[in-house]
């Protein structure tokens, strides 16, 4: 990616990853790549917002240096300690040495655990300023959307909303802004990331966003720290977190099962039949051949999810075990989960995959379906019944 002006005197100059498949130590699966982005700011005081991951901060610096010498650099808004963003701050920092970082304070502490750098650092809070010449920032603290230390960044000049992680995608490409790019593909990315990392800040994430509107700044462009520029339509990547944050869902249920030898397969393929009947949506994934940042993001839109593992050593089987790890931490609170499957001699999968879930937030139905071995075909009408019943029929 080459330098980009995106308005008089602001340039993105930040980096593509398109190979990149896993983030966040393999728990999110980025098919189609990420982009980490920099927004570069030419006033009086040139201002750098955000770096790269560090293996590419020789492509961030070239970029700035497309435009001017980084040496210039006078002020880095550091919106967020996490490495992605922050892993050139010592490169940037090593070439323009008298920079001044702007941060929160867990930034700084934050910062400073990272990279034990003796960096000029002014902590800023909500509502501070900073004089650019023509322009100037203001900042809002953002804790734990979706780290402690997190921030926006508001040039009211522009009406430009520098949020970082919030509002961004995992989604590379040389289209740059929202218009550019496909719809289906961009909304996807967009879900699925809100789903895989900010779902349990569900409630946060409302504040925030009513603090925000509070505030009644005009937000003509949200240019996040991932992805594309949403500068054609804000507004419909705002309405997407308020409905996502509010728990809003589709009249569709998510069935995720793990299978041994079959029978937990067959059962769920009735009780999806059952739930179809009930007239609700249906989704059906067999853990241990699908993606499950694709199936966590298919559920954040489903009223219910029903879980199925064949018993194996009194247990769930390991790949549920690990999605259930997962979902445990989404915290999916205002959802139903029901529980199925098959066992050969003693039974153990249910209790375990709800004793799993017990912290989630979410409501556990108690009595699950279970057979031994094979379901014959009164046990196949019971997984049916099953279905109509966990759809809420
Ligand atoms: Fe929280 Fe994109 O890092």
């Keep these: 990616?080459?330098?980009?002006?995106?308005?008089?005197?602001?340039?993105?100059?930040?980096?593509?990853?398109?190979?990149?498949?896993n983030f966040h130590g393999h728990t999110y699966t980025t098919l189609r790549g990420t982009?980490?982005?920099?927004?570069l700011i030419i006033d009086e005081k040139i201002t750098l917002i955000d770096t790269v991951l560090g293996p590419f901060a020789k492509e961030l610096i070239e970029n700035i240096r497309e435009v001017i010498e980084p040496e210039k650099i006078d002020y880095i808004i550091a919106n967020h300690v996490e490495t992605d963003h922050s892993g050139a701050l010592p490169e940037i920092i090593r070439l323009c040495p008298k920079a001044k970082v702007f941060g929160t304070a867990k930034c700084k502490e934050g910062l400073y655990k990272h990279y034990y750098g003796d960096w000029e650092f002014q902590v800023v809070k909500t509502g501070d300023k900073l004089e650019l010449g023509k322009r100037s920032l203001s900042f809002i603290e953002a804790p734990m959307i979706h780290w402690p230390d997190s921030m926006f960044t508001y040039c009211p000049q522009e009406a430009l909303l520098l949020p970082n992680d919030a509002f961004g995608q995992h989604f590379a490409s040389l289209g740059l802004f929202d218009d550019r790019v496909e719809q289906c593909a961009l909304m996807d990315e967009a879900k699925k990331y809100y789903a895989n990392i900010l779902w349990p800040l569900g409630p946060v994430i409302l504040r925030k966003i009513q603090e925000v509107q509070k505030l009644n700044i005009p937000i003509k462009i949200i240019a996040p720290s991932h992805g594309v520029i949403w500068r054609k339509e804000p507004e419909k990547i705002i309405s997407s977190y308020l409905s996502w944050a509010k728990g809003e869902v589709e009249n569709?249920?998510?069935?995720v099962y793990e299978t041994m030898w079959g029978a937990t397969d067959k059962m769920a393929r009735q009780i999806?039949?059952?739930?179809?009947?009930?007239?609700?949506?249906?989704?059906?994934?067999?853990?241990?051949?699908?993606d499950r940042t694709e199936v966590i993001t298919e559920m954040l839109s489903a009223k219910g999810f029903v879980f199925?593992?064949?018993?194996h050593d009194n247990d769930m089987l390991p790949n549920m075990a690990a999605f259930l790890e997962i979902v445990k931490g989404l915290k999916p609170t205002g959802r139903k989960i029901s529980f199925f499957g098959s066992y050969g001699w003693a039974g153990g999968a249910i209790k375990e995959m709800q004793e799993r879930l017990i912290s989630s937030g979410a409501e556990l139905v108690k009595e699950g379906l279970s057979f031994k071995y094979v379901p014959n075909e009164a046990e196949l009408e019971?997984?049916?019944n099953f279905g109509k019943k966990s759809a809420g029929s």
Excluded: H
């Design 1 to 21: 990616m080459a330098a980009v002006q995106i308005l008089p005197g602001i340039y993105s100059v930040g980096v593509a990853d398109w190979n990149v498949r």
């Design 35 to 39: 982009t980490y982005n920099s927004y």
């Design 252 to 255: 569709k249920m998510v069935i």
């Design 272 to 290: 999806a039949e059952g739930i179809k009947a009930a007239g609700v949506d249906v989704r059906l994934y067999d853990i241990a051949k699908s």
């Design 308 to 311: 199925g593992s064949s018993t």
């Design 382 to 384: 019971d997984c049916f």
